[in-house]
């Protein structure tokens, strides 16, 4: 399994990656000009694709998220300000009144795509099923107005 990115530049991101990062180059191959990275063999791998063109992301938008452990988010974000990279949100902790405060930071490579690291701790318990859970998200999707908007506003 694996998630793909463009690259405008494919060494710049191989540097930023594997270089800064620190995933893992598990195949390259630079007559396709691609790269497979990733953290641990046994988890979904990141592949970047390098194109002709600058990317267009017109209207899209999205970020891809790690889990780490707590205590490597401070090296995370220091290495990223040792190398002048882009700090999109400082390292921050949210909080989720009744569940866990979740630390991030989020970050975006050479070519913009945003990238966030996540406390494993936290997220694990965040993510906990939780039977009432279900009926919460019942009872405010039944309040939701957003399908009147739409009708109202459109795509605006």
């Given at each position: 399994e694996k998630v793909t990115f463009a690259s405008s530049n494919l060494q710049k991101s191989i540097?930023?990656?594997?270089?800064?990062?620190?995933?893992?180059?598990?195949?390259?191959?630079?007559e396709k000009r691609n790269v497979v990275l990733g953290f641990n063999s046994n988890e979904t791998k990141l592949?970047?694709?390098?194109?002709?063109?600058?990317?267009?992301?017109a209207k899209a938008y999205g970020?891809?998220?790690?889990?780490?452990?707590?205590?490597?988010?401070?090296?995370i974000d220091a290495k990223i300000k040792e190398a002048?990279?882009?700090?999109?949100?400082?390292?921050?902790?949210?909080?989720t009144p009744g569940k866990a405060t979740v630390r991030v930071i989020i970050l975006a490579d050479p070519d913009?795509?945003?990238i966030c690291f996540v406390d494993d701790e936290?997220?694990?318990?965040?993510?906990?099923?939780?039977?009432d859970d279900e009926k919460i998200l019942d009872r405010f999707i039944k309040k939701d107005e957003s399908g009147q908007?739409?009708?109202?506003?459109?795509?605006k």
């Amino acid at each position: 399994e694996k998630v793909t990115f463009a690259s405008s530049n494919l060494q710049k991101s191989i540097d930023y990656w594997n270089g800064l990062l620190g995933l893992q180059i598990f195949a390259k191959d630079m007559e396709k000009r691609n790269v497979v990275l990733g953290f641990n063999s046994n988890e979904t791998k990141l592949e970047l694709q390098e194109i002709d063109e600058p990317i267009n992301r017109a209207k899209a938008y999205g970020r891809i998220a790690f889990s780490c452990p707590h205590d490597q988010q401070p090296t995370i974000d220091a290495k990223i300000k040792e190398a002048d990279a882009t700090i999109l949100t400082p390292l921050i902790s949210l909080d989720t009144p009744g569940k866990a405060t979740v630390r991030v930071i989020i970050l975006a490579d050479p070519d913009g795509h945003e990238i966030c690291f996540v406390d494993d701790e936290a997220f694990r318990q965040l993510s906990k099923y939780e039977p009432d859970d279900e009926k919460i998200l019942d009872r405010f999707i039944k309040k939701d107005e957003s399908g009147q908007l739409q009708k109202q506003y459109g795509d605006k």
